[in-house]
């Protein structure tokens, strides 16, 4: 159902998305204090990042279905409150264990959050501002989640990273409130629920598992790899966290400005575009490793923003209208796809750190994103 006010849902879920997506990625720059604070190596206090992304991607096989029989709305502000309270209980952990199932369950509700958020805009917008409007809810995802590095900088520099937490938290839990007051609350679309049933039906729609499949190997290639970009520019430019987190910022620039442009470059490129895409992807991330200059670095960090949100916007629109009737489930596939493949990437990769260094997380991750590209437009060109 169209919405009667779609830019004032668009900025709710967009002002959601870009605090959630931030709670996650905040991690990136604050792994060297959570690890000093804790007393932990890098890898370990990584293993907080997986804590998270993993019960993210699983508890979305739930949230989706449970938002397609109840009610989107209904289900994204029990979802926004709850992961508003965990967040702040983060602050109070006490060692790494403390940390990661607090971790765990602020993911799992955050779980219903972006997957949710992104098909509600889905349901509420006409065909021909639905991928302009997706793109602008994921750049603002991510422009939460890459100016947080910068936020996280400056919170961990001056105070601490429990604050950090805590400050997330009651932006959320303010952001959740209004959230209660405000959203449309529309009927849910299926009138009993299944879950073998809904998984069932989308699991025989071969096109769409094809689709989502490939979402794995993008969160493998992005999430895996960025939570390790700031360790690798502080041991590089030798700059203190503040810095740091600023340069990481660039990434959710990228993302927020090539989000709000993906469906016009679309329409402009076609299917090409996601070869372009990949290839930048490559390009900017593969090249991390032969950079000693900010100006260089960032123009990597700004290439592989941009590459990431073409490629994810195009995936999910294609995924969606696979399934039009049930875009909770299909974003459910999605995110579950997404953050298990960034979740296991983050705990792979941080074991490749303390083998080989950082030179193959920015090699390996490089190559399959330029891989996503080519698959994802093979498959668009082939089912024309």
């Known amino acids: 159902m169209l919405s009667k006010n779609p830019k004032k849902l668009l900025i709710l879920l967009g002002s959601i998305a870009f605090l959630v997506q931030g709670d996650n990625y905040a991690a990136a720059p604050l792994l060297v204090s959570i690890a000093k604070d804790l007393n932990l190596s890098i890898p370990s206090a990584a293993l907080s990042v997986s804590s998270y992304m993993i019960p993210f991607g699983i508890f979305t096989l739930v949230f989706g279905p449970l938002a397609d029989r109840f009610g989107k709305a209904k289900i994204l502000n029990l979802a926004a409150f709850c992961t508003a309270i965990f967040s702040m209980l983060c602050a109070i952990a006490f060692d790494l264990t403390s940390l990661c199932i607090l971790r765990g369950i602020n993911g799992a509700f ?72 405000s959203l449309e609350r529309n009927p849910g ?33 992005v999430f895996g790899s960025f939570m390790f970009s700031g360790k690798f520019i502080q041991d590089t430019l030798d700059y203190n966290i503040l810095f740091v987190g600023a340069l990481l910022s660039l990434f959710g620039l990228a993302t927020a400005i090539g989000g709000r442009r993906a469906g016009s470059l679309k329409q402009m490129f076609g299917n090409n575009l996601l070869v372009y895409a990949g290839f930048l992807g490559g390009v900017s991330w593969g090249s991390m490793i032969l950079w000693n200059n900010p100006f260089l670095i960032s123009l990597s960090l700004i290439g592989f923003g941009f590459a990431f949100i073409l490629l994810q916007s195009t995936i999910i629109q294609t995924a969606q209208q696979l399934m039009p009737k049930q875009r909770g489930t299909v974003m459910s596939l999605a995110s579950f796809n997404m953050f298990i493949g960034g979740g296991i990437g983050t705990f792979i990769n941080g074991k490749i750190l303390s083998l080989f260094g950082f030179v193959p997380i920015f090699m390996i991750s490089s190559i399959i994103i330029f891989v996503v590209g080519l698959i994802i437009s093979s498959y668009l060109n082939n089912t024309k």
């Open 110 to 181: 955050a779980a219903a959050v972006l997957p949710v958020a992104v098909s509600l805009v889905g349901d509420s917008f006409e065909d021909s501002k639905r991928q302009n409007a997706l793109g602008a809810l994921i750049g603002m995802m991510f422009l939460g989640g890459a100016v947080s590095p910068g936020i996280g900088g400056l919170v961990s520099y001056y105070g601490s990273w429990r604050l950090l937490y805590l400050i997330y938290g009651i932006a959320e839990l303010i952001v959740a409130i209004i959230m209660i007051k």
């Open 189 to 221: 679309v299926i009138t009993s629920l299944n879950f073998i049933d809904v998984y069932k039906k989308s699991f025989n729609n071969k096109n769409l598992m094809k689709v989502v499949s490939i979402l794995f190997f993008l969160g493998f290639s």
